[in-house]
């Protein structure tokens, strides 16, 4: 049973939502500083991987607070933000980018209306991340580009088995000093040790109707962006 200030790894979607209403406030610093500022990097490079044109229009899906859609934006192509927490896009709301409350299991969008999107740090949190890719799948156009950018797992096992230590002590640690929600980081810190490594995250997309999905690993692998077709 989750506490009320964080969910369980159940991913119950009113808990997920709530959990990130409650670290809104002061989420883009906190990712910062518990990445390392590497956060920033990532989001340049998912922004690369999309290769995007000034005529895509592009779903940002899990935005947050449209930190990641504002990065894409850079490219000039049209972007849309949308995540189910209600909080985290008050807390952008003076990025000037498109907003839409969604959720990824049931996105509000007609099949084929996006050339390409995205979902960064986001797919994990999902209560059923077939049907979220299913999702996806839909919404792209025949030929749309999809990039998932994701904690994943360290490729050098010393450097894998501090990155645990670091995950499940530090981060909880640093985040009380912080965050607005520390308890929400105990969480994250579970989520990412429960989630599939590059090989598992790759079969999925592929079970889900994508092709030529590959990844590229970021920061030694403590994060990976997986990309697929839609065909």
């Known amino acids: 049973m989750a506490t009320p200030d964080r969910a369980s790894l159940d991913k119950d979607p009113a808990e997920v939502a709530a959990m990130f209403d409650g670290v809104a406030k002061r989420y883009d610093i906190t990712n910062t500083v518990l990445s390392f500022a590497q956060d920033r990097r990532w ?15 592009v ?23 949308a995540d189910f927490s209600l909080g985290m896009l008050k807390a952008g709301a003076d990025r000037d980018v498109p907003k839409v409350a969604a959720d990824a299991m049931a996105l509000p969008f007609a ?3 996006f050339d390409a999107a995205t979902i960064s ?3 994990r949190n999902v209560h059923d991340v ?18 998932i950018c994701e904690f994943s797992t360290p ?3 010393p450097f894998r088995t501090v990155y645990m230590e670091y995950l499940m002590k530090a981060l909880p640690a640093v985040a009380t000093k912080v965050s607005s929600n520390p ?4 969480y994250l810190a579970e989520s990412i040790r429960a989630w599939p490594d ?3 995250l790759g079969d999925l997309i592929r079970n889900a109707g994508f092709t030529d999905v590959r990844w590229q690993n970021l920061t030694g692998g403590i994060a990976a962006i997986h990309s697929g077709i839609r065909v």
């Open 59 to 81: 779903l940002d899906l899990a935005a947050g607070t449209a930190v990641s859609t504002v990065e894409l934006a850079t490219s000039g192509a049209s972007c849309v933000a």
């Open 198 to 200: 590059q090989f598992g």
């Open 183 to 186: 308890a929400a980081y105990v």
């Open 43 to 57: 989001r340049k490079a998912t922004r690369k991987a999309l290769a995007l044109t000034r005529n895509d229009v």
């Open 155 to 157: 490729t050098l096992r």
């Open 121 to 123: 740090f986001g797919l």
């Open 111 to 113: 099949d084929g209306s």
């Open 130 to 147: 077939l049907t979220a890719l299913a999702e996806l799948h839909r919404v792209l156009k025949p030929g749309g580009r999809l990039v």
